[in-house]
């Protein structure tokens, strides 16, 4: 055997040991996963069985036609990529693995799923939830897994192909029980219908439509032209999966983005103004918000507390007006402005893009059917009763989802001390006291979920008769 | 945050467009077959026109991938001139079709393997040292890899 044979033996062995390091499962029967996790978890095993058989088949063939010696170092670099790709499994399998159903917020995935699943286009989807170390939610990939995976069965063939319809979201391993925070994952499947949607396509002509307009475009170069774009679709999907969130769930976002990021503390600062290369100043995206509330008709609640700084700040911020939006590149200093220019320019169309995804299942606020909804809902958490079942003048409800978690966070960011002061021995402003009751309050508007979910799912129940809702 | 991890997850991309279509021209030169090429030539040829001269480049979803990746257009800039690229490209259509000359053919598909392994071998490099960015961090929800 020669050595470059002996060598590349060697190196197959070694990405073959590799790959099967990252897609055997671990002994762990106690945990268990939700559907979407499962299934990717299978596709990366039956990804890395299949690649395990292309590395052997490569190597037989190594060996029994040497062939073209010159051709070799070509395709040595091939196990390279194989091994990159499989480098960027790496970083997901784990983190999916860890969030097991009892380290995640079942019961409003599944409420997303749901939801998600009734936009057009979307259909049969579900959210694979894996966990981050960040502080921080993720849509996993932009795009690029998919892409890698189609890319990677061109090469490696007869690799399984990427599980349709399925969004890979990260959040903090934190946040498991929470749900407030959780809201974020909103933006996040923006991401994902921007993508299974293919609206990047209709974007990129309205964005070369603005490029157009800037001086000197016949004669910037390749690179500076798609880093003109990159800013340009990187800015608009942000915007557009902010108001794909407002668009799913309301002000109840905006309250998530807010806590999140702590705009309460930073919102005096001149950062607010600033873009990144990647995401746009959060002045304009609380613009953004505040507009997609208010087409909604969200803005007619929110007028009426008053007593929450959100609803403040999300107007202070709103207001600045987009002559004081910075972008300051050191890349392309001088592109900086012009492409900010565009992009302004360009951000009216994205309101259609998100009406156009979402039509009749952008939730509107439904007038006084939210408000009694709502109010129901914060006078139940107000006496710590789960309100799954709603009586109003001796008659029951159930609320709409999408009011129960609204009227919970409503409850949680104006009221808490009014359910502390029923409580023997609660002190307002002790923080362990006020953190424990938050966390109920979230607990309590989880369980409601989960006690809305079972009700649908029943109601579905072919040849089963509807189930009434005092049955709950 | 989230600018490492997407210039790492661009460059793996063209990692695997570049071996896709180096295995495709591999397997024409050593037996002649053209099963891969048939999808990974006119996927090859549309990427390198959208990143020569994407003005007047039809963007097709295949494109306009290529085309709003700076990190993308940029390693292919800074390997080859445009004449290069132009001249890339011309060489890519004459293998879509085959050649009599199975000479001509071969060197054709040993020129164009050269040009997509010396970006593979760029991006693969690059994805493990990433150019250092401006240090200003995003603020932000969202995409990693």
């Keep these: ?472 | 945050m989230a600018t490492f991890n997407d210039s790492r997850s661009q460059y793996l991309s063209l990692a695997l467009f570049s071996r896709q279509i180096i295995d495709a021209l591999l397997d024409l030169v050593r037996s002649g077959s053209r099963e891969k090429l048939g999808k990974a030539l006119p996927d090859a040829i549309e990427s390198l026109e959208a990143a020569t001269d994407s003005r007047n480049a039809a963007l097709s979803p295949v494109a306009s991938r290529i085309v709003t990746s700076y990190d993308q257009v940029r390693t292919i800039d800074e390997l080859f001139p445009l004449d290069d690229r132009r001249q890339m490209i011309k060489t890519l259509k004459a293998l879509e079709t085959a050649n009599p000359n199975t000479e001509e053919q071969r060197n054709g598909a040993l020129q164009a393997i050269d040009f997509f392994y010396k970006i593979e071998n760029r991006a693969l490099r690059n994805s493990r040292h990433p150019a250092p960015k401006p240090s200003r961090v995003a603020r932000g929800l969202c995409p990693v890899n």
């Excluded at chain 1, 399998?93 to 409420?111: N, Q």
């Excluded at chain 1, 399925?166 to 994952?185: C, H, K, R």
């Excluded at chain 1, 007619?300 to 609803?311: F, H, K, M, W």
């Design chain 1, 1 to 472: 055997m020669s050595g470059e044979l002996a060598d590349l033996i060697r190196d197959a062995a070694s990405l073959h040991q590799f790959i099967g390091s990252i897609y055997k499962r671990r002994d762990e029967p106690e945990r268990t996963h939700r559907e979407a996790t499962v299934q990717f978890l299978r596709y990366v095993r039956e990804l890395g069985e299949n690649s395990q058989t292309f590395l052997q088949t490569y190597i037989q063939r190594a060996v029994d036609a040497p062939g073209d010696i010159s051709l070799a170092r070509y395709e040595r670099q091939g196990l390279t990529t194989i091994r990159d790709f499989w480098g960027s499994l790496h970083e997901l399998v784990r983190p999916a693995e860890d969030a097991h159903t009892l380290s995640i917020p079942v019961a409003f995935i599944e409420f997303l799923k749901r939801t998600l699943s009734q936009v057009q286009g979307l259909e049969g989807c579900d959210l694979a939830i894996s966990h981050t170390t960040a502080l921080n939610y993720f849509f996993n990939p932009r795009a690029d897994l998919k892409y890698y995976a189609e890319k990677y069965q061109a090469v490696v063939g007869g690799s399984p192909a990427f599980p349709r319809k399925l969004a890979l979201i990260e959040m903090p391993y934190s946040q498991g029980t929470n749900l407030f925070m959780n809201l974020v994952i909103c933006h996040e499947l923006g991401h994902f219908a921007f993508e299974e949607l293919g609206i990047e396509a209709s974007l990129s002509r309205e964005i070369d439509d603005v490029l157009k307009t800037l001086s000197g475009y016949d004669e910037m170069s390749e690179p500076d032209l798609s880093w003109c774009r990159e800013r340009l679709k990187y800015w608009s999907e942000e915007i557009y999966c902010d108001r794909f969130a407002v668009g799913l769930i309301g002000p109840a976002y905006s309250f998530a983005y807010v806590e999140l990021f702590d705009m309460i503390g930073t919102s005096d600062t001149g950062d607010v103004v600033e873009f990144y290369d990647t995401h746009p100043a959060d002045a304009c995206r609380f613009k953004e918000h505040e507009d997609q509330l208010r087409s909604c008709g969200w803005w007619d609640l929110l007028g009426q507390n008053p007593r929450t700084s959100y609803v403040d700040l999300i107007s202070k911020l709103a207001g600045v007006p987009e002559a004081e939006y910075t972008y300051d590149s050191e890349e392309k200093t001088s592109l900086a402005d012009p492409v900010l220019k565009a992009f302004l320019a360009l951000k009216p169309k994205i309101a259609s893009l998100v009406r156009d995804t979402l039509r009749d299942k952008m939730r509107r606020f439904r007038g006084d059917a939210d408000r009694k909804e709502i109010g129901l809902v914060r006078r139940y958490l107000g006496y710590g009763v789960v309100p799954s079942t709603l009586v109003s003048n001796k008659e029951e409800t159930v609320p709409d989802p999408v009011a129960l978690i609204n009227g919970a966070y409503l409850f949680y960011l104006e009221s808490l001390s009014e359910l502390m002061k029923k409580i023997a021995g609660q002190s307002e402003i002790s923080l362990s006291h006020r953190s424990k009751w938050a966390e109920r309050v979230e607990m309590w508007t989880l369980k409601a979920l989960e006690d809305l979910s079972l009700l649908s799912r029943r109601k579905e129940t072919p040849n089963g008769s509807p189930v009434e809702s005092s049955n709950l």
